[in-house]
């Protein structure tokens, strides 16, 4: 490839327009990959904190993410969050003041979602499926706390992988038991007495109420 045709790539990279022209999506795709891969490849004990971006700082759910994120980075895990507010700000505001690895991935939304101040790598995608890659596989566990359609989705999607066996098996924490109850007696009743998973799949998580629980069950899984 000579200097003109990379030229021309890179102009079209920095278009945000590719509806007219399908295929140079690909190579921001690609580009997106190549960025999250150096960027995050030497990332060891990472752990993935999700939830949503709606909640304050006065928030229940807001501090024990905080004090979690800082407990754990105090134990050299690298907290990786989706960059954003409420919980995304509090888990890298416990790893920030831990002087932890504080690690974002801000999605570009019509809204645009700006990146919480706390983060100190920080990268930038425009595909969800490039993002949630790079969330699987820099992780070994995941902590999701109360959040909406996005934390369900990256939440499901875990689940699946390990079902599937895409992935190894790997902690994934729901914090909340008040929360999350509900959503675990609709899978019983309905996904398991419809026969749409086996006993087993409710196996994949585990629900806790306290920092301590969520901490043991990360190291006891890791280790």
Do not use: H
Not at 2 to 7: A, G
Not at 40 to 58: A, H, M, Q, T
Not at 111 to 122: C, E, F, I, M, S
Not at 193 to 201: P, W
């Amino acid at each position: 490839m000579n200097i003109l045709e990379t030229t021309e790539i890179e102009k079209e990279l920095q278009n945000p327009d590719f509806t007219k022209e399908e295929s140079w999506r690909i190579f921001r795709i690609i580009s997106e990959f190549i960025d999250g891969f150096e960027t995050l490849s030497k990332v060891e004990n990472g752990i993935c904190i999700f939830g949503s971006s709606r909640l304050k700082p006065d928030n229940y759910y807001y501090k024990i993410a905080q004090k979690l994120a800082y407990l754990l980075s105090k134990q050299n895990y690298a907290i990786i969050t989706g960059a954003g507010g409420g919980i995304m700000e509090a888990a890298n505001k416990g790893a920030y003041k831990a002087g932890g690895e504080s690690i974002g991935l801000n999605i570009s939304l019509p809204l645009q979602q700006k990146p919480n101040p706390y983060v100190k790598t920080l990268l930038e995608f425009r595909y969800f499926f490039v993002r949630k890659v790079m969330f699987v596989k820099y992780a070994k566990g995941f902590i999701v706390f109360p959040g909406g359609f996005g934390t369900l989705d990256e939440l499901t999607e875990a689940i699946t992988l390990v079902q599937t066996k895409r992935i190894k098996s790997f902690p994934i924490v729901l914090f909340g038991k008040q929360y999350w109850n509900g959503l675990i007696k609709w899978f019983k009743d309905k996904l398991l007495k419809n026969k749409c998973i086996e006993e087993n799949d409710l196996s994949i998580f585990t629900i806790v109420d306290s920092i301590e629980e969520t901490i043991k069950i990360i190291k006891k899984k890791l280790y």
